[in-house]
């Protein structure tokens, strides 16, 4: 793949390198209200890859575009966009154009998605897939709908796991090289100066990555390019925070070629929507750039966003019942009289970035970049030893456990659950005077500290290049070092004096081998005090590079691409400690596991009318898996899962575009097949009673479906957009498993047959529709409200129960078999959101007050996804003390801000 990338670019670079340049399209763009110039704003050729940004003087350059109509849109948050239809020819200059302040100054999508996607529902189980909908173009009436509309449902685009998006800042790509998710909340609280977004959705191409099959999108925060001027903002809220303070000056480009921006927030909250969330999150930001003459400009920037926040916890629908609410959260108990939660966690990476600008000549510009970050990520949890499961929810604490045993005990259970907090909640005084009695004063419960502290150098240089009238060709390449550093400490021993490093499970189980149950080999029966390491301890070490271009030909109808990119990866573990279970394969350097991978995608666009396009993308890609899923179990050894290997997705989709004054509309069809992806579990098997590893491989998947969004201009005043989404993500495979002891890693079950082909794909609806309209009033006020509708949403299943093993002794007709096999699904759900809003102009003061309503009705109901518990006894055949767990969607929730800009 190597020589065929050299190849083609050698190729490319032979074909053209005689050209001669085309005159560039030039223009200026300012703000209506002060006559300054605007910087980063978009400039977006319709119907065609072409875009480019303003710089510090509001002015833009356009390359490559063969004299014709066009229509081109001004975007900038904030701001009206502004479209106009134009006839280009060669070298001309374009009318100055002037853009007005929109009703909400501070990004009423933006803000409106604050509100309707929070923390909780991006960092609990499977909630991280709203971030590429979050990140996306608000221009795009579907993609606004994704953002906004349907976060609350968990909603995926099409159906895509959102490691699939990328996402760079300022060149530096972000994704976590452990798990591949994008890191947003590495910057949470800088709204204002994070603004600046450029976006590619699925496969299409992108001037600054070769993308991944989610799209891509670039965070631009040089100083050069934030709004002049001072913005004041407060926030008030009853989401996962409730207040909110923010604050950003920026200088613009000052005459020596300086620009400079600040900025800063705090979000808190006592207590959250979820009773027992506390929130505590501060945040910086500084941009310095310095413009050294027409051809360089260097740039420097650094932020932080140390969040530290309690947990909501997930639970079953009895323990829901019980407690008489759908957010009963387990994670918490009365200590003293306030509320302490188990659960509590904190993470913040400082991140600094360095850039050069080089503009060599008008066709040819370089930015290269030198990225660093160190962070840590932080969760405590509570731990035992010898004593009984501490959590309120504990299946043998609730009434259903005893339903064939003893009717009495069932209702003292359930009336003790509903009235007396030290049974609903945990039991922190219980917990304090077991230790307290413990001999020794060895503590029997502890809330420990899982950790990972990381640390990232990244490197990346991209080239655009319009080395012939009708065509531009980007390249670049990237490279990170990155190591994370997983391990736990003792928090807090609740009253103990120690605790013993050793594994009970194993010490209950093979009693007459001592070494067996050390965590450290090296330091036997280890006692381990407040701040001591303890349990595991490794290092994800993770090296990557990728190499990529795009070339894209430019006609008068007709447009066209082609994109390769080559890219290695190799990772490892570095096991700090002897695991008495692996004491040869858990310390030291494990074996390198390298990955050689690449991409091809191609694509056209016709040109129908100025106003009119029809576009195709077709991509085949194969992806190396992520460190974190391709290790059995990394906390005690260095075995990789069986059958670990890169995956391949193949994808096409064929996209119609209308833009007319009236009506902005794209409608999409798609297909995606992704073909031998792995999977890993860990959980308690009932039948083995030990804490197995479940990996499945040869997993295949069929996303296919279509999209709808639309923007209709009915009057000069009032705007309707609708949007929808009709997919269908399957499993198309049957997968086989591997059933390990986590303690011994031995095998307990080799290729064993899961039946899930046909299952769908969990925890994002495969229907979704939204509908909404909104006044803007020529008086500065605005109104809008919209409707949505989720159906075909299944929760994640146990594939254990999927196999032949777990319907042995069943009879055909025995309806226990369907009841076990039979992925379940939640009820469709409709929600309403409405918003409004008011701004003012006093001299050079800007006032906006806006207020917003996330699920109007206050509907508490709406399941948004789940998961079954593992746990399956395949002697009783049945897991009803192990019923699912659900999410549920808050309900209703305001926002209200009051910005003050100058």
Known sequence: MRRFLLSFLVILTLSISSAIAQSPIKGTVKDSDTGNPLPGVTVQVVGTNLATTTNAKGEFTLEGIPSGKYVIDYILTGFKTYEVELEITEGMVLPEVSLSR????????????????????????????????????????????????????????????????????????????????????????????????????????????????????????????????????????????????????????????????????????NEGYVEGTNYDAWAYFIGLEKKFNSNHSVAFTTFNAPTKRGMQGLSTEEAHILAGSNFYNPNWGFQNGEKRNARVRFQQEPTFILNHFWEINPNLKITNTLGYSFGTYQTTSLNWYDAQDPRPDYYRKLPNYWVDSDTIVMQELADAFANDPTVSQINWDYLYQTNYNSPDFRSKYIVENRITDSRQFTYSTIATWNPIPAMKVNGGIDMSI??????????????????????????????????????????????????????????????????????????????????????????????????????????????????????????????????????????????????????????????????????????????????????????????????????????????????????????????????????????????????????????????????????????????????????????????????????????????????????????????????????????????????????????????????????????????????QVANLLDKTDFKTGGFEQARYSISEQTSNNFPPKFFYAYGRTYYVILGLRF
């Open 482 to 851: 990155y190591k994370g550093r997983n391990y736990k400490v003792i928090d807090d021993l609740l009253g103990g004096a120690y605790w013993l490093d050793i594994d009970q499970f194993i010490e209950r189980d093979f009693f007459n081998n001592p070494d067996l149950a050390q965590n450290d080999l090296d330091n036997p029966n280890r006692m381990v005090k407040e701040g001591d390491k303890f349990g595991y301890d490794y290092t994800a070490n993770v090296n990557s590079g990728n190499l990529w271009a795009v070339a894209n030909y430019i006609q008068n109808r007709f447009d066209y691409y082609f994109g390769v990119n080559a890219s290695y990866t190799e990772f490892w573990r570095t096991g700090d400690m002897r695991n008495g279970r692996f004491p040869n394969d858990s310390k030291g350097d494990s074996k390198k596991q390298q990955f050689d991978n690449y991409g091809v995608k191609g694509g056209a666009t016709w040109k129908i009318t100025g106003r009119h396009y029809l576009d195709g993308n077709v991509a085949f890609l194969t992806r190396a898996p992520f460190f974190r899923n391709s290790y059995i179990s990394p906390r005690t050894s260095n075995f990789v899962i069986p059958g670990l290997g890169s995956e391949k997705i193949a994808s096409a989709d064929l996209n119609y575009n209308i833009r007319t004054p009236y009506i902005k509309a794209r409608a999409t069809a798609y297909y995606t097949k992704f073909m031998d992806q792995t999977e890993l579990k860990s959980f308690y098997d009932d039948t083995y009673r030990t804490f197995v590893n479940y990996t499945m491989r040869n997993i295949d998947k069929v996303h296919k479906g279509f999209e709808f969004g639309a923007e209709i201009k009915v009057s000069p005043t009032i705007t309707v957009n609708a949007a929808a989404a009709i997919g269908s993500y399957q499993y198309s495979s049957r997968p086989l498993a591997t059933v390990t002891q986590d303690n011994l890693g031995s095998v307990l079950a080799a290729d064993q047959v899961v039946y899930i082909e046909n299952f769908y794909i969990p925890n994002t609806p495969q229907t979704a529709a939204s509908l909404g309209i909104r006044y803007a009033s020529p008086k500065y006020w605005f109104f809008g409200a919209t409707f949505n509708y989720f159906n075909d949403s299944y929760i994640d299943f146990a594939p254990g129960k999927r196999t032949a093993e777990a319907l042995v002794g069943l009879e055909e007709n025995d309806p226990r078999r369907a009841e076990i096999t039979r992925q379940p699904k939640v009820e469709s759900a409709y929600l309403v959101d409405a918003n409004i809003g008011k701004s003012w102009r006093v001299k050079n003061y800007f006032i906006n007050l806006n207020f």
């Open 102 to 269: 929109s009703l909400v100054d501070d990004g009423q999508n933006l803000t409106f998605g604050e509100v309707t996607v929070s923390s909780d529902d991006l960092e609990s189980v499977g909630g991280d897939q709203s971030i590429s909908g979050l990140l996306q173009s608000s221009q795009d009436a579907f993609n606004s709908a994704v953002s906004f509309s349907f976060s609350p449902a968990r909603f995926q685009v099409r159906g895509y796991d959102s490691d699939y998006s990328l996402l760079y800042m300022n060149g530096v790509p972000v994704n976590d090289p452990e798990s591949g998710f994008a890191a947003w909340s590495s910057w949470g609280g800088l709204n204002d100066v994070t603004r600046n977004r450029e976006s590619r959705n699925g496969i299409t191409p992108a001037d600054f990555s070769f993308g991944g099959l989610g799209g891509a999108t670039y965070i631009n925060t040089r100083a050069s390019q934030q709004r002049k001027g001072t913005r004041v903002s407060y926030a008030a809220t009853n989401r996962t925070y409730t207040n909110r303070l923010m604050f950003t000056h920026s200088t613009g480009l000052m005459e020596n070629g300086t620009a400079f921006t600040i900025s800063g927030s705090r979000r808190w909250a």
